[in-house]
């Protein structure tokens, strides 16, 4: 009997235990509803509002659209133009305003080219700049370079003034006296016995002795004749040309051979040009 009795009373808990976990689902669910009515009943009443808050847009909008009407039919009236015309004029105040975008955006485009044109220019004038930077300390360079070669010059005494004269013993000397600027310089090679024109002048070679290194030379100059007679290589011969006399200057250079002679004439800066120079 007491096994019969304990069955019954297991089955009997089970049951208990499934209606309430049911009645507590059922108790969940329905809370979940009442939330979820409460959701709804919100969102229904903010729907409402907002289709309120719509018709009420609509209706202002409506009546804007009437107070439009009814002043362009005055404007077209008191302007004595139809709705046609109107519109026709609404366009080209439109095309207008698009017109002056289209100028404005054209004028922003060529102010920023201007500005890019102006800013490349302004690069250009920098390294201008730079270029004449360096030109500058080039020309210092040089004259520097051509200051320190002229005081490397030989400087002999003239046979007429008794002051000395900075000579050039070679071509490339003469090149530096010539960078110097202040004497005309031409070169000339004389054969024994021939009469050349050098400058203004003529010069006619009548002697030479290679073993002293000695030349005579007659220079021929405003109808005059001047003999330098027995002078020595690279020696100053100082004679008065022109109509306003003034120093000229002719250096023997060297003798090529028993009969000729190379070397140079220097007049002064002011003195006149040759029409046709015959300086090699």
């Known amino acids: 009997m007491s096994e019969i009795d304990d069955t019954p009373r297991t089955y009997s808990g089970a049951l208990l235990a499934v209606i309430a976990v049911s ?5 969940a669910g329905l809370i979940w509803c ?8 919100t969102t ?3 729907l409402a509002d907002a289709k309120q808050q719509n018709n009420a847009l609509a209706a202002r909008l409506r ?5 439009l009407r009814v002043t362009t039919d005055e404007l077209g009236k008191s302007l004595g133009l139809t709705q046609k015309q109107l519109d026709t004029r609404a366009q ?3 095309r207008r305003e698009e017109a002056n975008e289209e100028a404005a955006k054209q004028l922003a485009s060529a102010q920023q080219q201007t500005a890019q044109q ?17 030109v500058r300390t080039d020309l210092g360079k040089t004259q520097s370079d051509l200051a320190t070669a002229i005081s490397k010059l030989e400087s002999v005494r003239g046979d007429l003034t008794n ?3 900075i000579i050039a013993r070679n071509h490339d000397e003469l090149v530096t006296l010539e960078h110097k600027g202040d004497r005309n310089y031409y070169e000339f090679t004389l054969n024994k016995g021939e009469k050349k024109a050098v400058g203004t002048v003529s010069l006619e070679l009548k002697k030479t002795d290679s073993k002293k290194n000695k030349v005579t030379l ?5 109808d005059k004749t001047y003999e330098k007679k027995d002078r020595n290589v690279n020696e100053p011969m100082q004679f008065y040309s022109g109509k306003q006399p003034a120093l000229f200057e002719i250096v023997v250079n060297s003798i090529n051979n028993k009969n000729q002679i190379s070397g140079y004439l220097s007049t002064p800066k002011g003195a006149p040009a040759p029409v046709t120079a015959s300086a090699q």
């Open 118 to 134: 102006v800013t490349a220019v302004s690069s250009e004038v920098s390294n201008v700049k730079t270029d004449v930077g360096g």
């Open 23 to 27: 009645l507590l689902a059922a108790i």
């Open 92 to 94: 080209q105040i439109m």
């Open 44 to 46: 229904q009443t903010e």
């Open 218 to 222: 007659n220079i021929l100059s405003d």
């Open 34 to 41: 009442a939330v979820l009515n409460s959701h709804l009943g």
């Open 163 to 165: 002051t000395n004269s």
């Open 63 to 67: 009546e804007t659209d009437a107070r």
